[in-house]
């Protein structure tokens, strides 16, 4: 993909670290006008449409005429410029995934009159239409208007904390293991405003956005914040919270969800440390890293290392010891500074936390090595001149040829209107610069996409909306064919496979986009010489096959662990084997456009035809073992459409699997306790035949099974149709005798 063309947006961000890679592997750029949604795909598969990304966008937010904000008592010096100006972006931050009803990841937006807009994907959220889904605004408006109804501030402080300027969006946490959690994962924006508050929002995805809490770390404008991720305590979870102010000050709080006796949930905040007083340089990005380490012996062991970038200098604080483990809490601080610059616009931390790719305004970039101490204490970073030299060279090449382009388009135009710009002063013609806006790395870190803008060189440069065009780049953050990356790579899939929760917080996109884009496909190649290909394929058929033994008794009813909605989710998606089946299929997927040899070809098709019976398979035990653990008053309780589709699952498994004796165990108990506890129901009559072709663990015929006679009232059809099934199973009467084809 780093070979394809730059993307070209008609429009560029006005403040630093406006774009954002998201979970579901979606790219967002924050302009005035408009959020330019990005999707990147692979490049083998888009070489006829020559294009990099599949693109779409979320236009100028549409005006609210309701809402005016005033002040009972206003001055000449209190005029409002937001509601002036026409209303556009300022800022936006994307949600963990699965927040939104599609399962998909929402993105919250900040306009530039302070309205707090919540939008989401119709359908797929690469190519579909994004709408708003909710506006938060009218609760902050009761929140802090006088009466609450109709945005009237008593004073300018209660107006100023109204208005919000800044936004992030927390991760997930999930209370399943708690029995009087909410079985969905919950997620907290923070906005801050310009008298200094920051207010704390719980969203669901059923009920939307509610208030939880607030707390006022500054004096003045909240412009910027970021997020650690959730940690469990006992009794509920923290996380901490970093903001900066425009006054040059910075603080870190820490945030408490517990969850009380009725189930609901009490929300604490309070200050951890103030990292910076107030001075003249503000903070641009704040950029947690606050993952588990790779290999460590002990899985709750964090490294929680927040980067703040303050005019040319980044700092990383390190808090050494995590709240609710009985130790102390202190913070470390190093930093890294640049020569004189126009300031950091993008910070992304390598998966592991050693190193930080620092991009800054002017179209400079460095990789710091940020080394730790055996006592967990961050030393002082350093530059990777390797790493940093290689990403630089992309970056290069890349602004060359867009200058040259550029240069190209410029002259064309000149030539269709001699009259206009005749001299190229207008134009900017000439030597340009890049000025970078934002970056971030993708979600396993082996890319970095960066948008700029090309500026001439001169001291003064005149240009107008039309010449506003910013473009988005991508970088490998390694060469290719190095064998550590690959090891590392197949490490942490290996590692990230061993959390059974994986894909309710992750999904196959994310995990997998860039390290498929990563690899070689070389059309004239042996399978074997897919190194990388090979290696994962192999680490993925070892942990598939070792987690496909896993079987619940049908009659362990007490004991089964699927007993609820929620749970019965985690045991579908649970589990490590399938996990990785899924993202082979994946891969499996998005290799079909790709040119490989025939050899390689079929050799993959070997590999990836089995694993779609095997999820279906552990679908149908799943459904079957929620089934029994119904208590016999609930299975007579069931309705005709919950008998049906029992009856039809079970059909369904006599055909599919009648090879795995196991799953045909829990059939027979299916139809025996159908039997024995839906006896009313004319569907009964059909399941003792059913039960007895389950228990001879034979194959009956693969005639066309309908549905005509399935359901409950089947009558004389449906006995008629068991009957014949039951004769062939015994060597009987097959099903055409029985006039059933």
Same mark, same amino acid.
Request: aromatic content about 8%; proline content about 5%; hydrophobic content about 35%.
């Given at each position: 993909?780093?070979?394809?063309? @730059?993307?070209? #947006? ?30 990147p795909? &692979? ?7 020559? @294009? $990099?990304?599949?693109?779409? *966008? ?12 005033? =002040?009972?008592? /206003? ?17 936006s ?12 990841c ?53 107006? %100023? ?28 924006i ?9 207010? =704390? ?16 770390p ?21 996380a ?25 949930t009490?929300?604490?905040?309070d ?23 790779? *290999? ?10 927040c980067?703040?970038?303050? $005019? ?25 500074r ?6 950091v616009?993008?910070?992304?931390? @390598? ?14 970039h ?17 530059? /990777? ?24 388009r ?8 001699d ?26 870190g082996?890319?970095v ?6 500026? $001439? ?26 064998? %550590?990356?690959?090891?590392?790579? #197949? ?8 959390d ?13 986009? /860039? ?56 045991? =579908? ?14 891969? /499996? ?20 035809d ?17 089934? &029994?653990s ?16 029992l ?44 039960r ?22 089947? *009558? ?16 009987g ?6 006039? =059933?084809?």
């Amino acid at each position: 993909m780093e070979e394809n063309q @730059s993307l070209q #947006i008609r429009a560029r961000p006005n403040i630093p670290n406006q774009l954002q890679w998201s979970d579901d592997n979606n790219i967002a750029i924050t302009t005035h006008p408009s959020i330019h949604l990005l999707t990147p795909v &692979h490049a083998g598969a888009t070489a006829e449409r020559r @294009s $990099s990304f599949l693109h779409v *966008g979320i236009p100028s937010p549409s005006s609210s005429s309701q809402f005016k904000p005033s =002040l009972e008592y /206003d001055e000449p010096e209190n005029i409002q410029t937001s509601y002036i100006l026409p209303e556009g972006y300022r800022c936006s931050s994307w949600s963990p995934t699965g927040v939104s009803k599609l399962d998909a990841c929402l993105l919250a937006t900040v306009t530039t009159s302070h309205r707090v807009l919540i939008y989401g994907p119709k359908a797929h959220p690469a190519n579909s239409e994004w709408i708003q889904v909710e506006d938060v605004t009218p609760q902050l408006e009761k929140l802090y208007a006088s009466n609450g109804t109709n945005c009237s501030f008593a004073s300018p402080t209660e107006l %100023n904390k109204f208005q919000t300027v800044s936004i992030a969006w927390s991760t997930k946490r999930s209370f399943m293991d708690s029995p009087l959690s909410d079985p969905n994962d919950i997620s907290v924006i923070a906005l801050g405003s310009k008298a200094g508050t920051v207010t =704390l929002w719980g969203y669901h995805r059923s009920s939307g956005a509610r208030y939880l809490a607030s707390f006022t770390p500054h004096t003045s404008w909240v412009i910027t914040l970021g997020w650690s991720r959730w940690h469990p305590i006992e009794g509920g979870c923290y996380a901490y919270v970093s903001t900066a102010c425009g006054n040059g000050s910075v603080a870190c709080t820490k945030v408490r969800i517990m969850l009380d006796t009725s189930g609901g949930t009490i929300v604490n905040a309070d200050p951890h440390s103030n990292w910076f007083q107030q001075d003249r340089h503000a903070t641009t990005v704040i950029k947690w890293f606050d993952e588990p380490i790779l *290999g460590a012996e002990d899985g709750s062991r964090h490294h929680l290392l927040c980067a703040v970038a303050k $005019s040319a200098g980044v700092h990383i604080f390190s808090l050494s010891s995590l709240a609710g483990a009985g130790n102390s809490e202190s913070t470390q601080c190093v930093s890294y500074r640049f020569p004189l610059g126009m300031g950091v616009s993008g910070l992304s931390w @390598s998966t592991d936390g050693t190193r930080l790719r620092v991009f800054t305004i002017d179209g400079r970039h460095r990789t710091l090595l940020v080394p730790v101490a055996k006592t967990g204490k961050p030393l002082s970073p350093y530059d /990777d001149e390797s790493s940093t030299a290689f990403v630089i060279r992309q970056m290069v090449s890349k602004f060359k040829r867009q200058e040259a382009e550029e240069n190209r388009r410029q002259a064309h135009e000149a030539e269709d209107d001699d009259e206009e710009d005749s001299d190229g002063e207008e134009r900017g013609d000439g030597a340009k610069e890049p000025r970078i806006w934002g970056a971030d790395a993708s979600p396993n870190g082996l890319y970095v996409a960066f948008v700029y803008e090309l500026t $001439s060189s001169f001291d003064m440069e005149y240009k107008t909306e039309k010449f506003d065009i910013s473009f988005l780049d991508l970088c490998l953050t390694h060469p290719r064919a190095d064998e %550590n990356v690959e090891a590392d790579i #197949i490490a942490r899939v290996r590692w990230k496979l061993a959390d059974l929760d994986l894909l309710s917080h992750d999904n196959a996109t994310s995990l997998l986009w /860039d390290f498929i884009e990563y690899m070689e496909f070389d059309p004239n190649a042996g399978f074997a010489q897919f190194r990388l290909l090979n290696r994962f394929l192999s680490a993925m058929q070892e942990i598939h096959s070792s987690g496909l033994g896993t079987t619940v008794s049908p009659s362990e009813n007490s004991a089964s662990e699927v007993k609820t909605v929620a749970s019965f989710h985690r045991t =579908l998606y649970s589990h490590r084997g399938l996990n990785a089946a899924r993202l082979m299929l994946h891969l /499996d997927q998005n290799l079909i456009h790709i040119d490989l040899p025939p050899e390689t070809r079929a050799q993959l098709r070997a590999a990836f035809d089995p694993l779609p019976h095997d999820i279906c398979e552990h679908h149908t035990r799943a459904i079957l073992t929620l089934a &029994h653990s119904r208590t016999n008053a609930e299975f007579k309780n069931l309705d005709a459409n919950s008998l049906t589709m029992l009856i039809l699952l079970c059909d369904h498994a006599l055909i599919a699997y009648a090879h795995r004796p196991q799953l045909l165990s829990f059939v027979k108990a299916t139809y025996t306790r159908l039997a024995e506890n839906c006896t009313g129901t004319a569907g009964a009559q059909g399941v003792q035949g059913r039960r007895r072709v389950a228990g001879t663990g034979e194959m009956p015929c693969m005639w066309g099974w309908g549905t005509a006679g399935f359901g409950v009232g089947g *009558g004389v059809r449906e006995r008629a149709f068991v009957a014949a099934v039951f004769d062939h199973a015994e060597g009987g009467a097959d099903a055409e005798s029985a006039g =059933l084809r």
